[in-house]
């Protein structure tokens, strides 16, 4: 059976078929990848990443509920409505639903078709692993529009695992038009999926930290939407006020304040005219993934960051750079293969050895490897 | 054995909230080094075999303490086959009584592990009948 073809048509079990294939890297995996190539680059991947048990995975249910049904996809109808009045400023043709249905993701009402890729850990002794992430998003069941993966890390170290770029390639060329990703619980430096993903969503919640872990490298910084979920928690005034220090340091904006009685205004960066349209500032966002409530305002978020990358260049710049990552490493492991092929017999292991009694240093081992490989031509 | 990852979906279908015994199960596959899909508590069979298709698994663990296996496998079993899930083996835990089990083993399941099994048995017969289904 052709599995290319299959996942054309729709058909689901091949799909899956086709992932495991793909996530296993046989033969049949890696043509069906380069038949579906051309198919892919349509759909929009929304990386979302943060620490173990700050609710990623209930987050992704509703989002994913929230964009298969955009006027009652959340379970929490009175707020969503009076949230959407208020943001509906235009004219309103008077119809309650048209109302509602401003606060839908801005590329239109339509059910978008979602996929969903959810990364758990692999055991590093045995190998094994639980995928637990299906156990939040019950809600999505019996939707022929939604699709879940779950995959483990297989070794992989930043937080996804080193198939998970070619899974995506497959749900894109499937036809699915927002793929959310979500890495395993990401603590500081889990930062892959930033190289992968259009859009970043850094998930935190009350009570993790205090404003040192916020001025950290790593995570944040790969934040485009950053989520304070479970706000109905005490401490969320204090993670939102650390989140906001540590953002205004990376792109000062002008702001007035109160400081020993005397009113002090900082101007901010300097900027050029344009440097506002071209830079994004993260928002800082208030959810409760229990309930739904701030789901309409992620997605607009999201809609957002994908209107301000493809008007500013940055989607295919993004593109680039993530075909780049695939293509070096693809590269980099083809060259390490065929190189030690060629090697002759037992050179590897005699240098290997000359290393572990200390004749010669590792990087002395890797000119001799390279230079006799040179030689023999 | 070949290195081949095993995926395995535990659920437990039905209305019981005793999930200790998928957990454990759970955990015991996980350390035989298989992957384990846990769904959680109350699936009805359409979103397990939902759950198969979408994960390709190559085992469905049910999980039934409520007494109502004769109506929920029988459902499963059917549902994965309209999927096109034939090679997908079943198995079940949990309290199922004696006279059962012949019927239930007849209907395509391949274990049936109450409590006190020792975890080595069912995962070496999951392993066996997975690799004998697709190697």
Request: charged share 25%; aromatic share 2%.
């Amino acid at each position: 059976m052709d599995l290319s073809q299959g996942v054309l048509a729709g058909d689901r079990l091949t799909l899956a078929r086709t992932l495991s294939q793909v996530e296993n890297g046989t033969d049949e995996g890696k043509l069906a990848l380069s038949e579906l190539f051309s198919h892919t680059g349509k759909a929009h991947l929304v990386g979302v990443t943060g620490a173990s048990g700050t609710g990623k995975s209930s987050l992704v249910n509703q989002l994913a509920r929230y964009y298969r049904n955009p006027v009652k996809g959340v379970s929490e109808p009175a707020k969503v409505a009076s949230i959407s009045t208020k943001r509906a400023s235009g004219p309103a043709k008077g119809a309650s639903i048209s109302t509602e249905r401003a606060s839908g993701p801005s590329q239109g009402v339509e059910p978008r078709r979602v996929a969903i890729v959810a990364v758990d850990p692999t055991s590093p002794f045995t190998g094994g692993a639980i995928l637990g992430d299906r156990i939040r998003m019950r809600d999505l069941a019996g939707d022929s529009g939604v699709f879940i993966r779950s995959m483990a890390t297989r070794g992989s170290l930043g937080g996804i695992a080193s198939a998970t770029a070619a899974v995506v390639q497959v749900l894109d060329a499937a036809g699915y038009d927002l793929i959310l990703i979500e890495t395993v619980g990401a603590g500081q430096s889990e930062v892959d999926i930033a190289r992968l993903a259009h859009t970043t969503i850094v998930v935190e919640a009350p009570g993790l930290g205090d404003d040192i872990q916020a001025i950290k490298a790593g995570i944040l910084e790969i934040a485009d939407v950053l989520v304070v979920n479970k706000a109905d928690l005490p401490g969320v005034e204090n993670t939102e006020r650390a989140l906001r220090g540590s953002l205004n340091l990376a792109h000062p904006l002008p702001h007035r304040f109160m400081h020993h009685g005397k009113l002090e205004v900082v101007s901010g960066q300097p900027m050029s005219p344009d440097a506002s349209e071209t830079i994004w500032v993260p928002p800082i966002l208030r959810t409760v993934a229990l309930d739904g409530t701030g789901i309409p305002k992620l997605a607009d978020a999201i809609a957002n960051h994908r209107a301000h990358l493809e008007a500013t260049g940055g989607w295919e710049q993004r593109e680039r750079g993530r075909l780049q990552t695939e293509l070096d490493l693809l590269l980099t492991n083809r060259l390490v293969e065929s190189f030690r092929a060629r090697l002759p017999a037992g050179a590897y292991e005699r240098v290997l050895v000359d290393m572990q009694e200390r004749r010669i240093s590792p990087s002395q081992a890797v000119e001799k490897l390279v230079d006799g490989a040179r030689d023999m031509k | 054995m070949s290195d081949r990852k095993i995926r395995v979906l535990i659920a437990k279908p039905g209305l019981d909230g005793h999930d200790r015994g998928a957990k454990v199960v759970a955990r015991a596959l996980r350390d035989a080094g298989m992957e384990v899909i846990y769904t959680g508590l109350r699936q009805t069979p359409e979103m397990i075999a939902e759950a198969a298709l979408q994960e390709d698994v190559d085992a469905v663990g049910l999980s039934i303490l409520s007494g109502a296996h004769m109506a929920l496998v029988p459902r499963v079993l059917e549902l994965l086959k309209a999927n096109g899930q034939d090679r997908v083996r079943v198995f079940l835990g949990g309290i199922v009584p004696d006279e059962d089990v012949p019927l239930l083993l007849k209907m395509g399941v391949i274990g049936i592990y109450g409590p006190g099994t020792l975890s080595d048995t069912y995962v070496n017969d999951i392993r066996k009948t997975v690799m004998a289904a697709q190697p």
